[in-house]
């Protein structure tokens, strides 16, 4: 039988595309102890959108999902991509876990097809994990798949890492303060993929956000949210022998890093959309976003006193949206307490040319 499957899988990688191998020959394939054949079997259960043969797709996942070597990802990326295209019932939760390290897009499609207590576990633990890492296209889509489930325990991850930085311009007592800006910075980057030799076409999976037309054009959407995440699958062409990625993710970043202040708030507050009683509507927080405020110059005093103002008026914003998250149920008595307070970051920006005295505030930068 592994004779067979091994001379089946050299005719077979010059097949035409019409001429796909038949479902018993692709069982063969993903049954040899072969990892091309296996490899080749995936890749025709892929193309076939063949189904009813998740045993096998997991035992080949199993066998490889640790390997370091080339064939041990080329084996894996195939398997997974099986999976995804021929809609097959995903593998356990803990073979995604350990999947997810190397390959976190097809982990995370995958892990979008199951709703249990299990995968929301796993999801949850990424919501501190996959934070402030560039464009973080992982932390989306696990909270997005968190607030489709409703998960326990959401609101209070999301809001775990939260600092509310507020930007506080000074300028002279009779001018007009001059307007903020603030920005982000870009860095792109290729995602590769590659084909080791006598194996099937690489096959590697991107997320991104589906915000702008060229991202909705070559993408799938994985899952709905306040930002909206796809994927895009892309096939090496066959004489492309670069290696594919060791890590699964996408070259590139943001400075500053996501998720925002912004972003995370707006996951609480489709959070509480979700909890209305008669479906979704639009809830306002008490707080938004960081916040940009102006100050003329008085006196020290003065001043030193509408910074703690400021401090005041955002955490009782922040106490008032707990107070929401609480009596809709979105926070336990124990998430509560232990978020109760919010850190508050002043940034001051002295735009005075006249009267230099010291601002003075101890804390503030």
């Known amino acids: 039988m592994i004779l067979s499957a091994i001379l089946l899988t050299a005719a077979l990688m010059q097949v035409p595309a019409e001429a796909p191998p038949t479902p018993d020959q692709v069982r063969a394939m993903l049954g040899s102890s072969d990892a091309k054949d296996q490899a080749w079997g995936a890749w025709w259960t892929s193309e076939s959108r063949l189904s009813n043969l998740e045993p096998l797709l997991q035992k080949n996942l199993e066998a490889h999902a640790q390997g370091r070597d080339q064939q041990d990802l080329a084996v894996v990326d195939a398997t997974l991509d099986a999976y995804i295209q021929s809609?097959?019932?995903?593998?356990?939760?803990?073979?995604?876990?350990?999947?997810?390290?190397?390959?976190?897009?097809?982990?995370?499609?995958l892990m979008s097809r199951i709703n249990s207590e299990l995968a929301d576990t796993f999801?949850?633990?990424?919501?501190?994990?996959?934070?402030?890492?560039?464009?973080?296209?992982?932390?989306?889509?696990?909270?997005?798949?968190?607030?489709a489930h409703r998960a326990p325990g959401f609101a209070a991850a999301v809001l775990r890492d939260l600092r509310i930085k507020t930007t506080v311009t000074v300028c002279e007592s009779a001018s007009p303060c001059p307007p903020g800006s603030s920005g982000m910075v870009f860095r792109d980057g290729v995602f590769g993929v590659g084909r080791a030799p006598g194996f099937p076409p690489g096959v590697a999976y991107s997320l991104l956000f589906?915000?702008?037309?060229y991202a909705i054009s070559i993408s799938t959407s994985l899952l709905e949210g306040p930002v909206a995440v796809g994927y895009r699958r892309t096939v090496s062409p066959g004489n492309f022998t670069a290696p594919i990625s060791e890590n699964g993710r996408s070259p590139g970043g943001i400075d500053p890093p996501r998720p925002s202040t912004s972003d995370r708030l707006k996951y609480v507050a489709a959070a509480l959309d979700a909890k209305t009683a008669n479906g979704p509507s639009p809830v306002r927080?008490?707080?938004?976003?960081?916040?940009?405020?102006?100050m003329q110059w008085k006196t020290k005093a003065d001043f030193i006193s509408g910074i703690d103002q400021i401090r005041q008026d955002i955490q009782k914003g922040y106490s008032d949206m707990l107070l929401q998250l609480s009596s809709n149920r979105l926070l336990t008595e124990d998430e509560a307490r232990e978020l109760a307070t919010v850190p508050v970051d002043v940034d001051i920006l002295d735009g005075r040319t006249v009267d230099r005295t010291p601002l003075g505030i101890p804390g503030v930068r």
């Open 285 to 294: 927080l008490p707080i938004q976003d960081n916040e940009r405020r102006t």
């Open 123 to 147: 999801l949850l633990q990424l919501i501190p994990t996959e934070a402030d890492r560039g464009y973080a296209y992982e932390w989306f889509a696990a909270a997005n798949i968190l607030l």
């Open 87 to 109: 809609n097959s019932n995903p593998p356990p939760v803990a073979l995604l876990e350990s999947v997810y390290v190397r390959r976190p897009a097809q982990a995370l499609i």
């Open 210 to 213: 589906r915000s702008s037309a």
